[in-house]
Nanobody, 127 residues
Framework: QVQLTESGGGLVTPGDSLRLSCAAS????????RAWFRQAPGKEREFVAA????????WYSDSVKGRFTVSRDNNKSTLYLQMNSLKPEDTATYFC????????????????????WGQGTRVTVSS
C-alpha cells in the first residue's frame, strides 16, 4: 500500500511563500502521475497542479498558474509544491495524490483519477 505524507503547511501572510513536500512510501510505482488538490472550508475539493512521471510536463489550475510550481524527485519519491505570492483565497487543506497508472490528460484534474491520497496539510494565508 502506497502511503503519502505531506508537510510544509502553516500560517503565512499574503505575499509570502511556502513549499509543500509529499513523501511516498511503500511499493514503488513507475510511470505514475502525481498531483496536488486542495479543499477550503465549505468548498469542493479542487485541482491545483499535476506532473507526469518524467517531471517534464505539468498542468496548473488557472487560479495558481504563474504563482505555484509543482516538481518531483523520483529518486526520493517526493513531490513538491512551491507556492509564491500567496493570497487569502489559497487558504485550504492541500492534498498530495498519486495515480496507479498513467492518467489520460483529460482526467488529470479529476480527483477520482488518483488512487492514493495523503492526509493533507493545512495552509492558512491571513494578515
Amino acid at each position: 500500500q502506497v502511503q503519502l505524507t505531506e508537510s510544509g503547511g502553516g500560517l503565512v501572510t499574503p505575499g509570502d511563500s511556502l513549499r509543500l513536500s509529499c513523501a511516498a512510501s511503500g511499493p514503488t510505482l513507475s510511470n505514475i502521475d502525481r498531483a496536488w488538490f486542495r479543499q477550503a472550508p465549505g468548498k469542493e475539493r479542487e485541482f491545483v497542479a499535476a506532473i507526469r512521471w518524467s517531471g517534464t510536463t505539468t498542468w496548473y489550475s488557472d487560479s495558481v498558474k504563474g504563482r505555484f510550481t509543482v516538481s518531483r524527485d523520483n529518486n526520493k519519491s517526493t513531490l513538491y509544491l512551491q507556492m509564491n505570492s500567496l493570497k487569502p483565497e489559497d487558504t485550504a487543506t492541500y492534498f498530495c495524490v498519486a495515480s496507479r497508472h498513467r492518467v489520460i490528460q483529460s482526467a488529470l484534474r479529476v480527483p477520482t483519477s488518483y488512487a492514493y491520497w495523503g492526509q493533507g496539510t493545512r495552509v492558512t494565508v491571513s494578515s
